[in-house]
Each structure stands twice: as C-alpha cells, then as structure tokens.
C-alpha cells in the first residue's frame, strides 16, 4: 500500500491559493458556503444584489484573518454578471471556482393546499425555472468562459432533493433544481472534452435546511415545528435539519484536488432522504 505523508493528505484538500465566486453567497447556505471557501484558503467575490448584505459576509470572513471582497451583481443579468467578472480579474487575476448558489421559489410558484397545478399561473412559474436554471446557466458562461480560457476550473451548482424526489406543493423549484442537474452533466462533458481534463463541473443537493426564503413554512414563530416542518423531519432518517455548515465538507471536497477525477456527478447532502421509502 502507498504511503501518504500528513502533509499531501492536507494539500488535497487545501484551496490555498484559489480564487472563487459565490453568487447567492449572501443567502443562509451560499454564504455559509463561502466562509467555508475562505476558511480553506481561498480569496471569495461574494455576489449578491444587496451589497450590503455582500459587505456582511465580506466582514465575517476578514474577522478570521480570510480574504474576500463584495461583488454586487444579478444573475439574470449577463452584463451584471461581465462586471462582477472583470471586478474579480482585475482584483486578483484569475478565477479558480464558481459556485452558483443564487436560486429559491415564490409563493406564487407553489401549489397550495386548495388548489391544484391546474390553477399554477405560467409566469411565476417561467419565473422560478429561469432563475435556477437560467440563474446557474449565465454565471457558467461568464465565469466558466475565464475557466476555459485557463484550462482549469471547477464549476459547482447547487441542485436539491426535490429535483430527484417529488414533493408536494413545489412544482416550479423541482423543476428547476431537475434541469439544473442535467446541465450539470452536460456542461461536464462540454467543458471537459473541449477545454482539457481539468475543467470540472459538479453539483450538490442539499436535503431539507431551514434558510430565509421556507423559515416561515417550516418553523412556528417559537421555534416548534409546523405541520410540514414535522413531516419533513420525519422522512428524515437523521430527524433533523441540515445546518449550513455541513454543505461545506462537500464542498470543499469537489472544489479541492482531492476530487480530480470527479465531474458531472451529483453530491446529496440530505441526511439520508433520498435513500429513505417512507416505510
């Protein structure tokens, strides 16, 4: 058996170095994730379209001594997203990872309890698809054209179990998060074939987490749980929610040398839903 020293086990996994974009990093799980990034080594563009919002998550990561820098964009803009690019480029010179974790729903999108898909209007659901799927796909050509034109790169998106298991209610999002996945496959043969082996795409999916946009649908205002909350921890081998911070492993992982020979794979991060039948 090869013997690994502790210190190439460490470089495996380390982003010294490493320059990446987070768009959706002013959200609970895109800016957990990007503390993650800056807490590994790596200089973090934070991309929002509240700056100051970016600004907080900028400060959260200088406090620990990390580097970043806010980069106010919309990803339904390509000119917005040509700006954030060239902020970056011209700050630091190179763009090494792009996690597109802007996405989410609206009320409007979902199929309430009294009513049916029947009664789902075509604009808030074009709306919701198109940022997820659009949302992750204007990044991918802006950023990914700076990847291309380097030959390395690692492009993650950010999916969900709903794109794998139907769940009631979510018709617009599960779309979306469906399509985002097999982008994330497509763009992985696309970038690697034509722009060399160390063009990488991947994504993951995280389970059930509490963020800003489903609080309300999963928590009663004294914490207790609501009747979805309830059936959501209950097909939930681990009975419980994600934190944020335990997307960070995953990726960390993808982003770092330690997964070379992964591409255009999806990583679940659902404590174990997926795998789960109800019975």
């Known amino acids: 058996m090869t013997s690994f020293s502790t ?8 982003l010294d170095g490493n320059v990446a974009v987070v768009t959706g990093g002013t959200g609970v799980l895109g800016g957990a994730m990007a503390i993650g990034l800056a807490r590994a080594g790596a200089s973090v563009a934070i991309v929002g379209r509240r700056k100051e919002k970016a600004d907080a ?9 990390g580097t970043a820098m806010a980069a106010p964009g919309d990803v339904m803009d390509k000119t917005q997203m040509e700006a954030v690019r060239d902020m970056v480029l011209q700050q630091w010179g190179k763009i090494d990872i792009l996690v597109n974790a802007a996405g989410g729903t609206t009320p409007q999108a979902t199929v309430a309890p009294d009513k049916t898909i029947f009664d789902m209007p075509m604009d808030a659901m074009s709306n919701v698809v198109d940022l997820n799927l659009i949302g992750t796909m204007i990044p991918s050509q802006v950023i990914g054209q ?36 097999n982008f994330t496959r497509w763009l ?13 795409v991947n994504a993951i999916a995280p389970g059930f987490f509490v963020g800003e946009q ?12 609501t009747p979805r909350g309830e059936l959501m921890i209950h097909h939930t081998p681990l009975r419980r929610f994600g934190k944020a911070e335990e997307l960070i492993g995953a990726l960390v992982w993808l982003c770092s040398p330690s997964a070379s020979f992964v591409n ?15 019975i």
């Open 57 to 65: 998550v900028v400060e959260q990561i200088k406090a620990f001594g």
């Open 7 to 14: 210190e190439f086990v460490q470089q495996m996994f380390a």
């Open 264 to 278: 255009g794979t999806v990583i679940m991060v659902d404590g174990g839903v997926n795998a789960f039948s109800g």
């Open 146 to 181: 700076v990847m291309a034109k380097q030959q390395r790169g690692s492009i993650i998106n950010i999916s969900s179990m709903n794109a794998q298991r139907a769940l009631t209610r979510a018709v617009a999002y599960s779309a979306g998060k469906a399509a985002v996945e």
């Open 188 to 200: 992985s043969v696309e970038l690697a074939t034509k722009f060399g082996p160390q063009m990488r």
């Open 214 to 225: 489903n609080r309300s649908l999963l928590l009663n205002e004294d914490g207790t749980l």
